[in-house]
């Protein structure tokens, strides 16, 4: 929705004031990161496909509740009974609407007081209440309704999300409300999909079966007992890292090519823990783009690029990974049973042999230990100052003082891709 924040604000008009969206999800970093999630839940990907729809400043609340619940108990022909809500604690509106449109009784209309339910872009920027719907797939399943003590299980789960946004904060702690209220919604394809398709897990939609499936062949392992989670791992892994290469990422020790390096290397530990010891990330790429390439025309055409960028990255990262993980071992083999692991070592493992933190965390999960990641920081933050000290020390230039510089050398320059056109007569 960042792209509209504007439109939503009424800084910026369309010529339209309904949308509707699909877009490529990634969430494994930052505010939401739902990388621990993957291969352990029914209902995480770290990449995923979200649908939406939008309203600026057209209809609002009650429309699209009721387009929501069209969509889901008409079009798809869902349960009604299998379907519950809830809202954000004081948004009687919201309530009222579910039981007048919807006809919901009351119990399966929950108020939830948490940020769960009020969506906001930041401190600042628009922002308002939600309304979240959730499918029961049924009782033999773990996990109990949203807002009780076990809902993080996975029977209850959510299919979309509806943001009523109808205030603005200006960032000194009040909020307005926005002249004209608007809507956003997100629905995730994989968890629709695996309702409609009559399975409880996304990991069994055909989708995943099919990249599962080449995972199980090209490592003679089943996705059975203990192996079954890296074979998910895998699976989501492979989509991840492959749009983002397709999307113009590589991989880097910082930023958003640090956060790719991550996904490729927890995957590469999970296929070693499936006993490969010659790169297999690269060999999945044709069946993700035998599934996906129509669809998404960028992995057709990225993938010689993908298929190499895998390749490179596992070759270079093998030896480091066997090497890392005995050291691991035999670190572990010290502690008590409950011990964490101590920061310094985590930190070597990341300094020396490349081990993200996420990585090491993920290891140590099969026997329910832990990171001191305080220790790690501090370890991390100890390095970095030797670092600085070293290079003040060296008498170079830093970077921004480079670029001012320069600038004060050559003038300043004037942007003029807006007006411009560029030899071929487009907009620069
Ligand atoms: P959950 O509470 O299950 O983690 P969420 O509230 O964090 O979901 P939203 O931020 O509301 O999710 O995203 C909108 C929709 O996108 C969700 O209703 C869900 O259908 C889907 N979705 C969210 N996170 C994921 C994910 N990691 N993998 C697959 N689908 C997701
Ligand atoms: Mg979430
Ligand atoms: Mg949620
Ligand atoms: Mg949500």
Same mark, same amino acid.
């Given at each position: 929705?960042?792209?509209?924040?504007?439109?939503?604000?009424?800084?910026?008009?369309?010529?339209? !004031?309904?949308?509707?969206? !699909?877009?490529?999800?990634?969430?494994?970093?930052?505010?939401?990161?739902?990388?621990?999630?993957?291969?352990?839940?029914?209902?995480?990907?770290?990449?995923?496909?979200?649908l939406?729809?939008?309203?600026?400043?057209?209809?609002?609340?009650?429309?699209?509740?009721?387009?929501?619940?069209?969509?889901v108990?008409?079009?798809f022909?869902?349960?009604?009974?299998?379907?519950?809500?809830?809202?954000?604690?004081?948004?009687?509106?919201?309530?009222?609407?579910?039981?007048?449109?919807?006809?919901?009784?009351?119990? #399966?209309?929950?108020?939830?007081?948490?940020?769960?339910?009020?969506? !906001?872009?930041?401190?600042?920027?628009?922002?308002?209440?939600?309304?979240?719907?959730?499918f029961?797939?049924?009782?033999?399943?773990?996990?109990?309704?949203?807002?009780?003590?076990?809902?993080?299980?996975?029977?209850?789960?959510?299919i979309w999300?509806?943001?009523?946004?109808?205030?603005?904060?200006?960032?000194?702690?009040? #909020?307005?409300?926005?002249?004209?209220?608007?809507?956003?919604?997100?629905m995730g394809l994989e968890r629709i999909a695996a309702v409609l398709?009559?399975?409880?897990?996304?990991?069994?939609?055909?989708?995943?079966?099919?990249?599962?499936?080449?995972?199980?062949?090209?490592?003679?392992?089943?996705?059975?007992?203990?192996?079954?989670?890296?074979?998910?791992?895998?699976?989501?892994?492979? #989509?991840?890292?492959?749009?983002?290469?397709?999307?113009?990422?590589?991989?880097?020790?910082?930023?958003?090519?640090?956060?790719?390096?991550?996904?490729?290397?927890?995957?590469?530990?999970?296929?070693?823990?499936?006993?490969?010891?010659?790169?297999?990330?690269?060999?999945?790429?044709?069946?993700?783009?035998?599934?996906?390439?129509?669809?998404?025309?960028?992995?057709?055409?990225?993938?010689?690029?993908?298929?190499?960028?895998?390749?490179?990255?596992?070759?270079?990262?093998?030896?480091?990974?066997?090497?890392?993980? #005995?050291?691991?071992?035999?670190?572990?083999?010290?502690?008590?049973?409950?011990?964490?692991?101590?920061?310094?070592?985590?930190?070597?493992?990341?300094?020396?042999?490349?081990?993200?933190?996420?990585?090491?965390?993920?290891?140590?999960?099969?026997?329910?230990?832990?990171?001191?990641?305080?220790?790690?920081?501090?370890?991390?933050?100890?390095?970095?100052?030797?670092?600085?000290?070293?290079?003040?020390?060296?008498?170079?230039?830093?970077?921004?003082?480079?670029?001012?510089?320069?600038?004060?050398?050559?003038?300043?320059?004037?942007?003029?891709?807006?007006?411009?056109?560029?030899?071929?007569?487009?907009?620069?």
């Open positions: 929705m960042v792209p509209f924040k504007n439109v939503f604000t009424g800084a910026e008009t369309r010529d339209y !004031s309904r949308a509707v969206s !699909s877009q490529k999800c990634l969430r494994a970093g930052g505010k939401h990161n739902d990388l621990d999630n993957v291969g352990y839940t029914a209902r995480h990907h770290t990449f995923f496909e979200m939406g729809n939008f309203s600026f400043g057209d209809y609002f609340k009650d429309q699209a509740i009721g387009f929501a619940w069209d969509l108990t008409g079009t022909g869902l349960d009604r009974d299998r379907l519950l809500v809830t809202v954000y604690h004081d948004d009687d509106e919201a309530f009222d609407l579910w039981r007048k449109i919807a006809g919901l009784p009351e119990e #399966r209309i929950i108020r939830i007081a948490t940020s769960d339910n009020f969506w !906001s872009m930041g401190d600042t920027g628009p922002c308002g209440p939600c309304s979240e719907i959730f029961d797939h049924g009782t033999d399943i773990p996990g109990g309704p949203p807002g009780s003590p076990d809902e993080d299980g996975d029977r209850f789960i959510e999300n509806l943001v009523f946004m109808q205030f603005e904060q200006p960032g000194d702690g009040t #909020r307005h409300a926005l002249p004209k209220p608007s809507i956003d919604t997100g398709q009559g399975v409880h897990d996304n990991y069994d939609i055909d989708l995943f079966k099919k990249l599962i499936a080449a995972s199980v062949d090209l490592t003679g392992v089943k996705a059975e007992g203990k192996e079954r989670a890296s074979h998910r791992v895998i699976a989501d892994h492979l #989509r991840a890292m492959s749009f983002l290469i397709a999307d113009g990422v590589l991989p880097s020790n910082e930023g958003r090519g640090y956060v790719l390096r991550r996904i490729m290397r927890r995957a590469m530990r999970h296929a070693h823990m499936l006993g490969t010891r010659a790169p297999l990330m690269h060999r999945l790429v044709p069946a993700l783009v035998d599934e996906m390439g129509t669809a998404f025309g960028e992995l057709r055409r990225a993938q010689p690029l993908i298929t190499e960028t895998l390749k490179l990255e596992e070759e270079r990262f093998r030896s480091m990974l066997e090497r890392g993980l #005995r050291l691991l071992d035999e670190e572990v083999g010290k502690l008590s049973p409950s011990q964490a692991l101590p920061g310094d070592v985590a930190f070597r493992l990341y300094d020396t042999f490349g081990f993200p933190l996420d990585l090491t965390q993920d290891a140590l999960r099969e026997d329910g230990r832990v990171v001191d990641s305080a220790g790690f920081e501090t370890a991390m933050a100890e390095q970095r100052a030797k670092a600085r000290a070293a290079w003040s020390g060296s008498g170079q230039k830093s970077t921004e003082k480079l670029w001012f510089d320069l600038r004060d050398e050559a003038g300043g320059t004037e942007f003029l891709g807006y007006s411009a056109l560029d030899a071929e007569g487009k907009t620069l």
